[in-house]
């Protein structure tokens, strides 16, 4: 199912905002090259929230990239 949040500019490269949908938490990244990714909002390394914090892309062990806090 398709939800609008916000127009894309809204959302400045290499940053995220939180959203709630359904109950459920989840950061809406725009990377530093534009793209826009919709992720759960919490890292996978501990109990810290991924729109709090600056998007990054990194190789994940499955050869691909995905949003990350730092």
Same mark, same amino acid.
């Given at each position: 199912m398709a939800h609008k949040i916000c127009p894309v500019e809204d959302i400045k490269p290499g940053r995220a905002i939180r959203v709630l949908i359904d109950g459920h938490a989840i950061a809406i990244a725009r990377t530093k090259s534009g793209?826009?990714?919709?992720?759960d909002d919490k890292c996978s390394h501990g109990e810290i929230s991924l729109s709090e914090g600056f998007v990054i +892309?990194?190789?994940s062990n499955a050869?691909? +990239?995905?949003?990350?806090?730092?």
């Open positions: 793209d826009v990714k919709a992720i +892309t990194k190789p050869g691909h +990239t995905e949003p990350s806090s730092r």
